[in-house]
């Protein structure tokens, strides 16, 4: 089954000749993640490198499962811990797309407004890593502060700043807080502020570009074979976005672009989701300005918990909520496949129900997963210090590549 | 495409694919193929100039215990191109758990594919490094399979001497 289950072998010196064999992690100071780089060296050269994950492996798939579909929103955002809203809107647009279930559209608004904020965290997340795992401690920190303005508002509309389980199956937990836009005003405001202090510091600094420009390289066709998507597809050149390919939400009502880069280097990823921040900016502020008033919950009792007064107030409602809480949300039977834009490339559900209250299946296509099995040719021929660099830009997130 | 047109062109084209009505896929372009004209399939789906295919966007299974055949390889294949996404699915039978491999058409399969082998222990055939990839080695079962208890232990394993024993697979030096 696999050459490493064998009988435990000394491996004699002449079958490596000069090469070396190091084992980078699982515990490493400078990888943000549990991950283990089996590196053959040549020198400093990186010869071969197997790249080994599963070490934060917890079985979401299986754990889903056994729950009621509404049970499983908790286990997403567990996923991509660094933009949690986004794995919530994604799974619950799986969901809804399964049951028939139309949300109304102040909360494909508010969806929208979340998911965005929390995309900006998951960027400055990967950037202030990227920065301080390469000595640029300053910008590092001036991220993780950005990053920390944002979850104040996430904190304001969810109550959690990391943990959020907002959504819900046809609609979310609830409103936005009064002052929500005004919050927001005052949180870009310095946002802009710090990040245009990062591109200051970043962008044209003659360290960070030898560090970052020329570097784990990958042509377009070489990325799409890979299933590369995100911002390391973009970076190739390939506009290829999930929120403009097949719009979901309302994504179809804003003006934003797609920032590209030519190279495929991890300078041009750093660069292409420094520019996909301010794009982030660009639909908040446009989504404020749209975001109609109404309900932010679908009525459909079929599948939508009750609001609270009627559950303590009157027996139907009782009912209603102990039905759905106990027996689930009866989802026809079916599939469906559903991809959104996640922090890091094409987030997708691809969902089984077998019309019983709990899932028959949940596989989350998880985007980072791809960029790690692509990072191994990304790295062959490449110093061994290239490979922080490169591995910080791939940006994985071990709840999110190993479930 | 539009998933009809999609449909029309893919099972006229193709010998052993069979499209599902769109009204029980929610719309979704869906074709069975059947697993000797798996690969013939795939690879037209990737160089036909009006399919392409380019994407191999997911790999996966499902474990149907109870009916025959029991698996499922389901492929997602996205037209970044094209614009049009379309699912493959394999019915496969237990006594034989095999698929053909597709990492000579997407690298993105190679460890897709690890994953279903750890996780349903279907193999595939022709893959140049099957071996488990979020469990360890000494795993027993697949966990995914829908017979395989939750509350399942393990047999303890001595420590691996990470000296001792070397973690390059012999296919790969």
Not at chain 2, 47 to 60: E, H, I, N, T, Y
Request: net charge negative; glycine share 8%; with cysteine.
């Amino acid at each position: 089954m696999s050459a490493m289950a064998s009988e435990p072998v000394a491996r004699a010196p002449h079958e490596l000749g000069d090469l070396m064999e190091i084992q980078m992690g699982p515990s490493h100071p400078a990888s943000h993640g549990t991950i283990k780089f089996n590196l053959k060296l040549d020198g400093e050269t990186i010869v071969d490198v197997d790249v080994e994950i599963g070490y934060l492996h917890r079985g979401f798939e299986k754990m889903a499962e056994q729950f009621t579909w509404n049970h499983v929103f908790p286990y997403a955002d567990r996923l991509n811990y660094a933009s949690p809203l986004l794995n919530n809107v994604g799974f619950a647009l799986a969901v809804e797309k399964l049951a028939g279930l139309e949300t109304p559209e102040r909360c494909q608004y508010v969806r929208v407004l979340v998911g965005e904020i929390s995309r900006i965290a998951d960027h400055l997340t990967c950037l202030g890593m990227a920065a301080s795992e390469i000595g640029a401690l300053s910008a590092g920190f001036y991220m993780i502060e950005a990053r920390e303005v944002l979850y104040d508002l996430i904190e304001a509309v969810t109550g959690a700043r990391l943990t959020v389980t907002y959504c819900r199956l046809g609609g979310v937990m609830r409103d936005l807080p009064e002052d929500f836009a005004e919050r927001v005003r005052a949180a870009f405001r310095d946002l802009g502020g710090i990040l245009a202090d990062c591109d200051r510091l970043l962008s044209r600094n003659r360290i960070f570009i030898d560090r970052m420009a020329g570097v784990g390289a990958i042509g377009r066709d070489d990325a799409l074979a890979w299933g590369l998507t995100g911002p390391l597809l973009r970076a190739t050149g390939e506009p290829y976005d999930v929120r403009k390919a097949d719009p979901y939400l309302v994504y179809d009502r804003f003006d934003f672009a797609v920032p590209t880069g030519t190279r495929g280097d991890n300078y041009d990823r750093f660069m292409v989701r420094f520019a996909e921040m301010q794009q982030s900016m660009r639909i908040v502020e446009q989504a404020l300005a749209q975001i109609p008033e109404g309900p932010v919950r679908a009525d459909d009792p079929r599948f939508v918990l009750p609001p609270k007064q009627e559950v303590y107030g009157s027996i139907e409602g009782l009912m209603n909520h102990f039905k759905l809480v106990i027996e689930g949300q009866k989802v026809p039977a079916g599939e469906v496949y559903v991809a959104t834009e996640g922090g890091n490339g094409e987030l997708g559900f691809y969902l089984v129900s077998d019309g019983s209250g709990r899932p028959y299946r949940v596989r989350v296509r998880p985007p980072c997963f791809y960029g790690m099995a692509a990072l191994g040719d990304m790295l062959r021929g490449a110093m061994i210090a290239d490979v922080i660099t490169t591995f910080g830009q791939v940006n994985m997130i071990g709840g999110e590549c190993d479930r | 495409m539009t998933p009809e047109a999609l449909l029309a062109h893919v099972t006229s084209q193709l010998r052993g694919a069979t499209a599902l009505p769109l009204q029980d896929t929610r719309g979704q372009a869906v074709v069975v193929v059947d697993r000797d004209h798996l690969t013939a399939a795939l690879r037209f789906l990737r160089d036909d100039p009006q399919v392409v295919c380019d994407l191999l966007a997911d790999l996966s299974a499902v474990d149907y215990l109870g009916r025959t055949p029991r698996f499922e390889v389901v492929y997602q294949l996205k037209s970044v191109t094209q614009g049009h996404r379309l699912r493959v699915k394999v019915p496969v039978d237990e006594s034989d758990p095999a698929v053909p491999t597709a990492t000579t058409l997407w690298r993105s399969a190679l460890w897709a594919e690890r994953e279903v082998w750890d996780m349903f222990g279907i193999r595939f055939t022709g893959h140049p490094d099957l071996r488990r990839i979020l469990m360890y080695p000494e795993f027993e079962g697949h966990p995914l399979r829908k017979d395989f208890p939750l509350n399942a232990r393990q047999p303890l394993e001595p420590e691996r001497d990470p000296i001792q024993q070397p973690w390059f697979p012999e296919s790969r030096s």
